[in-house]
């Protein structure tokens, strides 16, 4: 833990500094998971707040899933055990019922079990991803829906076309860059790297007896081979982001990656998100980032790592070229003092947040508060990615208020180009994860909330 004495709480620092303009064989150690500590989770809030918009809403979904209870849900999620009963007879039962829990009206948010016996709920006929119970509540959200109606088609297709990457079926293209390094700034350049090499694996990914399957399931007519691609292109974006993104982090904050016996990244606050579907080759393309690497061990650390995703707190020097991944469960603050500060685990040389969210709830604040404190003043290169710019300025002005010293923030430019419908509320504008960046080193951040905001307000 940080010595007491630095933990200065909430100082707003004085002048301003400008943020700088960045030009932009996987090991997994099946070791089992530490035991699960209490700490307020982000799923968890989530979850539950699903109810705020749509009341009800996440027991629809329980009911639908064949689930009786939230912690049913959350074992599932986590990849644990099914329990009995959990399960569906085929694929076409399966995807009905995933289809069933976004059922709701999307202006008067109306359940099924809500409407009279002369009303059923129909979707939109252009997007297929919102509800209405009737036409009058459709010309009545329409001026909302029409600006987000054509992203929410992508989302349903995205949304289906996703289960070819937890069957297993997708599997990530990868492979040496045959570009230099350097000038792979952003996803146009990598899609081109790729070129006509990538375009033919999907190719062949479209014809496969998966892809196939998938839309002989789901009882809606299967789009357009463009269409489908766009959508494959879009998941390995989706994937590939967080492995990119720390390499923008490892390369705007100039780390080593050559120190001999290899560098270290902990991901902390990390959820089923980074850790349930994530296989081994989800990190070549880092690798890839950086030729003639000594090797890289990435450390998931947070509350909702995925059951069975691999722990090593071995400091053994790394085969170069390799990359190790493994998780940690618990709060950061707890894995440092136990893990790093007794030299089970290495010192990060670089600590990555996706999607903290600490901006959002003063639970989750309280929660994160140890860790950006221990952050900053034990100096250590950070990164931070959130959802959209409301996040940007709110999460700044946070970091502000602790005095960490911003070094860089800005758009993303390996961004997910998936995009996210907000649940229970599917009219408000998509987001994309990791949209944005925040990296700060150390304290003495010098900016004040007023020129902060000026300076985000007109523009990044």
């Known amino acids: 833990m940080a010595p007491r004495s630095r933990r200065r709480r909430h100082r707003k620092p004085p002048s301003s500094v400008a943020p700088i303009i960045m030009t932009p064989t996987t090991i997994v150690t099946p070791v089992p998971l530490t035991p699960s500590k209490p700490g307020p989770s982000i799923d968890t809030l989530g979850f539950f707040s699903l109810d705020d918009n749509v009341p009800g809403l996440s027991q629809l979904i329980l009911q639908k899933l064949n689930m009786k209870s939230y912690e049913e849900y959350k074992l599932v999620v986590d990849g644990g055990t099914p329990v009995s009963g959990f399960g569906f007879r085929c694929p076409q039962e399966m995807f009905q019922r ?7 009206c999307a202006h008067c948010r109306v359940l099924p079990s809500g409407l009279s016996d002369s009303k059923v709920l129909r979707h939109c006929k252009r997007c297929r991803n919102v ?9 009545s959200d329409w001026p909302a829906h029409r600006r987000v109606c054509q992203e929410l088609r992508l989302v349903a297709v995205d949304r289906l076309m996703e289960w070819l990457l937890v069957t297993g079926d ?12 350097e000038a792979v700034q952003d996803w146009d350049s990598w899609f081109s790297m790729k070129g006509l090499h990538l375009d033919a694996t999907l190719d062949a990914m479209l014809v496969s007896h998966a892809v196939t399957t998938l839309w002989a399931s789901v009882g809606r007519p299967r789009p357009d081979p463009d269409v489908l691609q766009g959508s494959l292109k879009r998941l390995l974006t989706d994937v590939l982001s967080r492995p990119l993104t720390l390499g923008l982090g490892l390369r705007a904050l100039e780390i080593d990656v050559r120190r001999i016996g290899g560098s270290t990244v902990h991901v902390v606050g990390a959820s089923h998100v980074e850790t349930f579907l994530t296989r081994p080759g989800d990190y070549d393309e880092l690798g890839h980032m950086f030729p003639g690497h000594l090797g890289l061990r990435v450390v998931m650390v947070g509350v909702d790592v995925a059951n069975g995703f691999s722990q090593s707190t071995s400091t053994s020097p790394l085969k170069p070229g390799t990359i190790q991944l493994s998780a ?25 947040a996706f999607h903290p969210g600490f901006h959002s709830s003063p639970d989750l604040m309280e929660a994160w508060l140890p860790t950006l404190l221990l952050l ?26 602790l005095d960490t010293h911003i070094t860089a923030y800005g758009a993303n430019p390996f961004m997910s180009l998936k995009p996210e419908q907000v649940y229970s509320n599917p009219n408000k504008q998509p ?12 304290s003495s951040c010098q ?9 985000v307000d007109g523009g990044i």
Not at 328 to 352: I, S
């Open 431 to 442: 987001v994309y994860c990791s949209a944005y960046y925040i990296m700060f080193l150390g």
């Open 98 to 104: 995933m289809e069933d829990t976004f059922r709701f």
């Open 131 to 139: 509800y209405y119970c009737g036409s009058e509540c459709q010309r």
């Open 328 to 352: 940690h469960r618990g709060l950061y603050h707890d894995f440092w003092e136990e893990q790093v500060e007794t030299g089970q685990t290495d010192h990060p040389d670089l600590v990555a």
């Open 376 to 401: 900053r003043d034990y100096k250590i290169p950070t990164l931070i990615t959130v959802y959209s710019h409301q996040e940007l300025v709110s999460s700044l002005q946070i970091l502000v208020e």
């Open 447 to 455: 900016l004040n909330n007023s020129q902060l905001e000026e300076k």
């Open 170 to 181: 997708f599997v990530l293209p990868s492979g040496p860059w045959p570009w230099p390094p």
